[in-house]
């Protein structure tokens, strides 16, 4: 039995400690919470007997006696927690995104490279969602050939202004370090890193659309991957009836992946095949289709338990000696934040940004858009 500490229990991280205090997750069990906020930690409290209360996470960590803890924090608070976690020889599950620059994702993760007898996670809920696994097969045993293309729109983020007034540290970049993608749509990018890498150069414009707000809520992108494939990726977050699609092209395939349904299409023929054997100006081949389904049955049971269940499970699967890897490993999510801090770059600084990206020139943008950030506040 794991003993698991949550640290942070405000919107995510009650669910993951009520998750475990209700014994759902095998082999684990609530032990302690801590939360800067008095208020929400005593309410925890009064409803959860048993379970001890800490409002440091450095006292939680060194008295609490958990293997386990989990972080959901508000981001630039993660690795800060986490290291402490490592050095400490807790094993630790934190939220997304690992952190908000790059430079400090990498130190985070020679850290944890050092310590690997820490179990070190990340919670990127999505990788449980069977069609992008399957997907993730299909790319490994290179089913697609080789790479053409990939687009990504993910437009059914809406958050209306009440959200963002609800105040607190999101939307801002000294709050959270950006907006829709750093906090949205950072799930997807880790998706589309896992499927297909990063590309090895981007160019991105980024806007505020209808909302009073100093981040963004619409960004395009185009990529340009390694061995030529182009990429597009579109959000935002101010489309009532948004789309979620993914699409990866390949000399042999395709995957269309569009909100709760995949299909696969393999080609009979390359295209490469077709090219070379027509005599006329277009050409086609016969294919094979799978398709694959969120589920109805796990679609119900995220709703009510919340995706993100998976993860602590697995996690607590690896500690117990029942599974050998996590969901994601803590490092990877240097991945999916290189990806957004380069976005940012090539928005705010008007240039194409080559990877991997130079974190020196990422803080210094960063610092001024946290300055402006300020002022604009300050004249509001
Ligand atoms: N995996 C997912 O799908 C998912 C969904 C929602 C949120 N999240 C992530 O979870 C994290 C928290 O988001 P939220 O929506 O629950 O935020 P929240 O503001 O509702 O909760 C954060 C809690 O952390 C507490 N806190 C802040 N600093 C602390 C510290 N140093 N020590 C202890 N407690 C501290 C706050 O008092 C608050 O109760 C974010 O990083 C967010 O990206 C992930």
Redesign the pocket.
Known sequence: MTDFLV???????SIHAKNLYKGRVRGARLTAV????EK?LNAFGAAHRGVALYK??REAVEKSGACAAII????Y??TE?AEYCILHGVNVLS???ETVTIGEARRMNAVAKAHPEVLYGI?Y?QRTNRMYAYAKKLMETGALGELRRVTLIVTDWYRSQFYYDMG??RASWNGEGGGLLI?QCV?QLDILQWLVGLPESLRAVARTVNRNITVENDVAVIMRYPGGATGEFVACGHEPRGTNRLEIAGDKGKIVIDKNKMTYIAYEKSEREINAGVTKGYGSTRVKKKRVSYGCVRKLRDLIYG??MRVVRRFADVLNGKAKEPTAYGAEGARALEFINAVYLSAYGGKEVTFPVDSGEYDELLGKLKEEEKKHVRNL
């Not at 640290?7 to 991280?13: D, Q, S, V």
């Open positions: 640290i942070g229990i405000g919107r995510m991280g801590c939360d800067t906020d929400a440091d996470y959901a924090t508000p981001h608070s993660h927690i939220e997304k995104p919670m809920n607190g540290w906090n799930h995706q993100q």
